[in-house]
């Protein structure tokens, strides 16, 4: 069984940067494909960026501010953020999709922009 355990959320004003972590449990991470989701207050999950061996995708609203990396040996993936703006407020989920093909989740942190 995997868990996932995101960090790094708070309360930033537009424009500033955070950094979110997952931390992953189980074996083989660096074969699994890991991505970051959000769902703001009121609207359906949707997803931000994805980071597998075949590389890194963007969803276009997040494309040239946000980047995800991934540190295989720690099990960890990152989301960095930078020039957040106010739309960007949500719950952000880690996703790992494992070589198998198992879906894990996360339980979330919290993202707000706001001046």
């Known amino acids: 069984q995997v868990q996932l355990v995101e960090s790094g959320g708070g309360l930033v004003q537009p424009g500033e940067s955070l950094r979110l972590s997952c931390a992953a449990s189980?074996?083989?991470?660096?074969?699994?494909?890991v991505g970051w989701y959000r769902q703001a207050a009121g609207r359906q999950r949707e997803w931000v960026a994805t980071?597998?061996?075949?590389?890194?995708t963007y969803a276009d609203s997040v494309k040239g501010r946000f980047t995800i990396s991934r540190d295989n040996a720690k099990n960890m993936v990152f989301l960095q953020m930078n020039s957040l703006k106010p739309e960007d407020t949500a719950v952000y989920y880690c996703?790992?999709?494992?070589?198998?093909?198992?879906?894990?989740w996360g339980q979330g942190t919290q993202v707000t922009v706001s001046s």
């Open positions: 996703k790992q999709t494992t070589h198998h093909g198992d879906v894990f």
């Open positions: 980071i597998s061996s075949a590389g890194r």
């Open positions: 189980g074996s083989l991470f660096g074969l699994s494909v």
